[in-house]
């Protein structure tokens, strides 16, 4: 299975000619160049989208495919690693490195953002702001400098910020629709997932979490204010109702395919805050806010589940085995059975990589039902 992945690494950088699976059918509808990769609208994904303005999609070269054929060269690296194969995994990260390097080249510094890149005008940049100018931060390929500057657009309603976030386009751009017109404005909760994703990579919590708490709003009000009341595929950036489609009618109803992305993973893991659950290390990542009550019951975690409720200071933990919460920064060993922590003193922020203090006892032991 792991040499499989490499299939549909080498399907995008060398056509069909390169190693296929037996059932393969369908062409490949991308093409690798020297500075990037040609793409269009629909196996982006991005269907209507505006990028390429008046140069067509034909005449850009698209950053998002270049940030996932980097980051699926990163993660074969890691996995080659996990299993002991040093060779695969140099093989790999050293590909990863020159995709990196070259993504630079896809970096504005005059708007402080990765855009994509016209083929026919050497160095220039097709201006088209989109969600998809932070998968290269993603795929781990920005400066922390650049994230920051790029992370503006994010709280600025004129672009990629206000009540429904990460709109499909820029609120400034031309081909903005206020009903969102699928690709040309709507809010997409993958697209929405990604820019949140690599905000958590670089260890910006806090605002992870307000993009998605004022996402996870903006989607119970439509379900509330809407009907029929359901997830849909796309929502509009403007008023809690459903995105238009390409067609101008309203977008696909119980849509619990990526839109489910918000009302589950975004919930669990950055409102609430549990954002990394590890079964092989027995460690669990939380950056809680820190206010009210906020917790998870029966939480999967490897074979088992854990309930995890912070109230009024006190951390209440239930596990069948032990395990280490990492809670704010802090290690937290927990015994089997669970127990009861004190975190008054712990300051509650969202640390990026500070030095950690450790308790090893709990206050309480015990796997009474938590209230």
């Known amino acids: 299975m792991f040499s499989k992945i490499f299939f549909s ?3 995008f ?3 069909d000619s390169g190693q296929l699976f037996d059932w393969a059918a369908m062409p490949r509808l991308a093409k690798r160049l020297r500075l990037g990769y040609m793409w269009s609208g629909l196996p982006s994904g991005m269907d209507n989208t505006p990028r390429g303005a008046g140069n067509h999609y034909d005449g850009i070269l698209w950053l998002d495919l270049l940030a996932q054929q980097g980051l699926a060269a990163l993660s074969i690296a890691r996995l080659a690693e996990a299993v002991g194969n040093p060779e695969c ?12 390097e070259l993504m ?5 510094e005059a708007s402080g953002c990765y855009f994509d890149r016209l083929i026919s005008h050497g160095r220039e940049f097709c201006r088209v702001l989109t969600p998809a100018s932070f998968w290269p931060f993603l795929a781990e390929m920005g400066t922390p400098e650049q994230l920051e500057t790029a992370a503006r657009t994010l709280t600025d309603d004129r672009m990629l910020g206000g009540v429904a976030p990460c709109p499909s386009v820029s609120r400034s751009d031309p081909a903005f629709d206020p009903a969102g017109g699928y690709w040309r404005g709507g809010v997409w909760v993958p697209t929405a997932y990604i ?8 260890g910006c919590f806090d605002l992870a979490r307000q993009l998605s708490v004022r996402l996870l709003r903006h989607m119970q009000r439509t379900f509330e204010e809407f009907s029929p009341h359901t997830i849909w595929e796309c929502y509009n950036p403007t008023a809690p109702r459903p995105s238009t489609s390409k067609n101008g009618k309203f977008c696909r109803p119980d849509f619990c395919g990526w839109s489910a992305l918000g009302p589950v993973s975004l919930l669990i893991e950055n409102v609430i805050g549990i954002h990394q659950v590890d079964a092989a290390a027995r460690r669990i990542r939380w950056n809680c806010p820190g206010t009210g ?3 998870v019951r029966n939480l999967r975690f490897g074979g088992e589940t854990v309930t995890l409720l912070h109230e009024n200071g006190r951390l209440h933990v239930r596990s069948r085995s032990p395990f280490t919460l990492e809670w704010n920064g802090r290690d937290i060993a927990c015994p089997a059975g669970g127990g009861e922590f004190d975190t008054s003193a712990q300051q ?3 640390p990026a990589a500070a030095g950690r203090r450790h308790v090893d006892q709990p206050l309480v032991v ?3 039902e938590l209230q």
């Open 9 to 11: 690494y080498d399907w």
């Open 13 to 15: 950088e060398n056509g």
């Open 89 to 100: 995994a140099a093989r790999f990260l050293l590909r990863y490195e020159q995709k990196k």
């Open 104 to 108: 630079q080249q896809y970096w504005d």
């Open 195 to 202: 820019v949140i994703k690599a905000l958590e990579k670089y």
């Open 293 to 295: 009550r906020c917790g």
């Open 348 to 350: 509650h922020d969202f």
């Open 366 to 368: 015990g796997t009474a």
